[in-house]
């Protein structure tokens, strides 16, 4: 089966920068578009960004301009750099991704356990 493992959360100062990843194992045929969720105390759950196989990314207007989503094929790894943190980024972060484990087959989505962001002072 397919397995997604999130790292790198932990506790920041305002202004401070983090870096999350996202390793896909398992029985892997392809990866495909890959994203970072969020969900605050409260809250839903709420899209971060995403990255297509391609390269092409997309990010909330929240964290545009501050947070870079990146990925290896190579090792089927993403990441989420982000700089300029703010107390309203707190948040438990999701990896998700589609994943394909057969020749031809269109992919299933598969979540992450999560980690936890918490920017504070």
């Known amino acids: 089966q397919v397995q997604l493992v999130e790292s790198g959360g932990g506790l920041v100062q305002p202004g401070g920068s983090l870096r999350l990843s996202c390793a896909a194992s398992?029985?892997?045929?392809?990866?495909?578009?890959m994203g970072w969720y969020r969900q605050a105390p409260g809250k839903q759950r709420e899209l971060v960004a995403t990255?297509?196989?391609?390269?092409?990314?997309n990010y909330a207007d929240s964290v545009n301009g501050r947070f870079t989503i990146s990925r290896d094929n190579t090792k089927n790894t993403m990441y989420l750099q982000m700089n300029s943190l703010k107390p309203e980024d707190t948040a438990v972060y999701y990896c998700?991704?589609?994943?394909?484990?057969?020749?031809?087959?269109?992919?299933?989505?598969?979540w992450g356990q999560g980690t936890q962001v918490t920017v504070s002072s």
């Open positions: 998700k991704a589609r994943v394909s484990t057969v020749v031809g087959g269109r992919g299933y989505e598969y």
């Open positions: 398992g029985s892997i045929f392809r990866v495909y578009t």
């Open positions: 990255i297509t196989s391609g390269g092409n990314t």
